[in-house]
């Protein structure tokens, strides 16, 4: 792991239900404060303990933040009296570093209390090899210049705060407690400071900023340096209530039926196609799959090339999205076109890329701001030896006019097969359009783990190791990483009669839950039979796969968005 990736790691991470209240000792009289462990454990954390060096994770609460001041002695659930080191805060948590070796998390980690002492720590703090750097008063910092649904201009969308560089000076400078002022005059305090990626996100007190007020190319000024806080009181503290920060959706399923019957078209609902009922959005956000991939006909939304869309069709999905919406779902729309319309191939004398483009702008004019929308799939399969890249350039501009915030997923080539991806996709990010942060794009590559990588199964006696699913998608991964792009796995299907297949399932989505790569499961829904890859499957019965797939929903990631670790 890069070392960035790693310092970025140590402040943040999905919060919930971790947060208690924090408490006053009164039963041991060197002891005046303490605070519970987070419960949180992944690769990076062992019970709210970090893995790598001596650190645990409490509550970000002002009586927190005064309590476990650098310099202050400490003693963990162990008996360990160790002194604070550095702090960081990120996201509602703090991370509290110690002297000392690296802790066991099963012997502090959550449900234990880190206690403030007046014991001095007994472990020898190693003295720092250089000052840190020391920031002016009059330090101004330019913001950050990207756009997208996170971000308006460098400020946060959700909460109060902008991103800068994460220069060592900026780090001085923008420090919990100290007054910032913004580029239309108004002073804040600082609450939170989280670095990502070369980049650090300055969180304020107050609501939400302009970003197109004090956003890039404004900058963020020091007004006034910290106040040292007083000692943390022996008073009792109240408790205090922080919000949930929702984590990254990962885990999700393909909701199938729209674009069943692709040889009857337009055809009639309920017989030749259906769009799933809410009863399956219902059941797959109790399940935790709160990500939708949705696939949908062309001809059936525009039986015309270059008309009006149907109005009924547009009916059935303004009514998917309304049932997402009701159950906390995102959707992902899906042309489930393989590159044609009416069997016609796009860029053809029949089929221009404009038309299809155009297609795309117009579903974006109607559905764009529905609150459960979380992205458009703008073909599903292209295999075309070359010709994708042009049209998937033309419709995504398309959107882009409509539509800057939402989504935009790009498939690959060959099938967008994640095996094969850096040989089958080299033209498609030829244009810097392609690979412009700013224009919210995410590669749709999809995988399966039979020989030929076709998800047909026909061999029934094959068998499956349990990295090949990490095989598989590496490709993938490691060209969205090189060429600092973010990615999505939009089909992936094992057999419900192979539990080695289920394993390799289970490996690939931990190492794509490192790589804050999303995953929609091929496939849910209606009318799917006995289909060995469906969820849902004549008589009801809970498939294998549904419960690797829920853990993994359940499972807290380290992500600040789709393709961004922390």
């Given amino acids: 792991m890069p070392a960035m990736a790693l310092a970025t790691l140590l402040g943040f991470f999905p919060v919930g239900d971790a947060y208690a209240a924090n408490a006053v000792d009164t039963s041991v009289s060197s002891l005046s404060y303490s605070a519970l462990i987070n419960k949180f454990t992944n690769s990076y954390w062992q019970n709210g303990s970090w893995r790598s060096s001596a650190g645990v994770s409490v509550a970000a609460t002002q009586q927190n933040m005064t309590a476990f001041r650098v310099g202050t002695s400490v003693r963990t659930a162990d008996g360990q009296i160790r002194t604070v080191t550095a702090l960081k805060p990120a996201s509602g948590a703090l991370t509290v570093f110690l002297n000392g070796p690296v802790l066991d998390g099963n012997l502090v980690g959550y449900p234990n209390r880190l206690r403030v002492s007046t014991v001095a720590s007994t472990v020898p703090v190693p003295a720092e090899p250089s000052p840190a750097p020391v920031a002016s008063s009059s330090h101004a910092a330019l913001i950050n210049k990207f756009t997208n649904s996170y971000w308006l201009n460098g400020s946060w969308r959700a909460s109060a705060g902008v991103s800068v560089a994460a220069t060592a000076q900026n780090k001085a400078a923008f420090i919990v407690g100290a007054s910032v002022r913004t580029a239309d005059g108004q002073v804040r305090t600082i609450t939170s400071v989280k670095?990502?990626?070369?980049?650090?996100?300055?969180?304020?007190?107050?609501?939400?900023?302009?970003?197109?007020?004090?956003?890039?190319?404004?900058?963020?000024?020091?007004?006034?340096?910290?106040v040292i806080l007083p000692a943390a009181p022996s008073a009792p503290i109240a408790e205090v209530t922080l919000p949930a920060i929702e984590p990254v959706r990962l885990v999700g399923v393909a909701l199938s039926g729209a674009a069943f019957g692709p040889s009857v078209l337009p055809g009639k609902h309920g017989t030749n196609y259906i769009y799933p009922a809410e009863s399956y959005y219902k059941k797959y956000a109790e399940q935790g799959l709160k990500l939708v991939r949705l696939p949908f006909l062309w001809e059936r939304i525009q039986p015309k090339l270059d008309t009006e869309l149907d109005t009924a069709q547009l009916a059935l999905l303004t009514q998917s999205l309304d049932f997402a919406h009701k159950h906390g779902v995102k959707v992902v729309l899906d042309?489930?076109?393989?590159?044609?319309?009416?069997?016609?191939?796009?860029?053809?004398?029949?089929?221009?890329?404009?038309?299809?483009a155009n297609t795309w702008k117009r579903i974006a004019l109607k559905v764009g701001k529905h609150p459960a929308l979380g992205g458009y799939g703008l073909m599903n399969e292209p295999n075309t030896k070359g010709l994708w890249p042009q049209a998937a350039l033309a419709a995504a501009k398309e959107i882009r006019k409509?539509?800057?915030?939402?989504?935009?997923?790009?498939?690959?080539?060959?099938?967008?097969?994640?095996?094969?991806?850096?040989?089958?996709?080299?033209?498609?990010?030829?244009?810097?359009?392609?690979?412009?942060?700013?224009?919210?794009?995410?590669?749709?590559?999809?995988?399966?783990?039979?020989?030929d990588?076709?998800?047909?199964?026909?061999?029934?006696?094959?068998?499956?190791?349990?990295?090949?699913?990490?095989?598989?998608?590496?490709?993938?991964?490691?060209?969205?990483?090189?060429?600092?792009l973010r990615g999505f796995i939009g089909e992936m299907g094992v057999p419900n009669y192979a539990p080695d297949a289920i394993v390799a399932m289970d490996n690939l989505l931990g190492y794509l839950r490192e790589?804050?790569?999303?995953?929609?499961?091929?496939?849910?829904?209606?009318?799917?039979?006995?289909?060995?890859?469906?969820?849902?499957?004549a008589g009801g019965?809970?498939?294998?796969?549904?419960?690797?797939?829920?853990?993994?929903?359940?499972?807290?990631?380290?992500?600040?968005?789709?393709?961004?670790?922390?």
């Fill in 195 to 226: 670095p990502a990626s070369g980049a650090l996100t300055v969180f304020m007190d107050g609501p939400v900023l302009d970003g197109n007020r004090i956003g890039y190319p404004n900058k963020l000024s020091l007004v006034v340096a910290p």
């Fill in 335 to 356: 042309m489930h076109n393989y590159y044609r319309y009416y069997r016609q191939p796009i860029g053809s004398e029949t089929v221009s890329i404009q038309s299809f």
């Fill in 402 to 451: 409509v539509d800057r915030t939402n989504w935009i997923y790009v498939a690959g080539d060959r099938f967008s097969s994640a095996w094969h991806w850096p040989q089958s996709n080299t033209q498609l990010i030829t244009d810097p359009w392609m690979r412009d942060p700013n224009n919210n794009l995410i590669f749709e590559a999809h995988m399966y783990l039979d020989r």
């Fill in 453 to 484: 990588t076709s998800g047909m199964y026909v061999d029934k006696t094959e068998t499956f190791a349990p990295e090949l699913g990490i095989n598989r998608a590496k490709p993938f991964v490691d060209w969205l990483r090189t060429n600092n």
């Fill in 515 to 537: 790589n804050c790569v999303p995953l929609t499961y091929w496939a849910g829904g209606p009318w799917w039979g006995n289909y060995i890859l469906a969820l849902d499957v």
């Fill in 541 to 566: 019965a809970e498939q294998p796969q549904l419960a690797v797939l829920r853990k993994h929903a359940a499972t807290p990631n380290s992500c600040a968005a789709i393709g961004e670790p922390l």
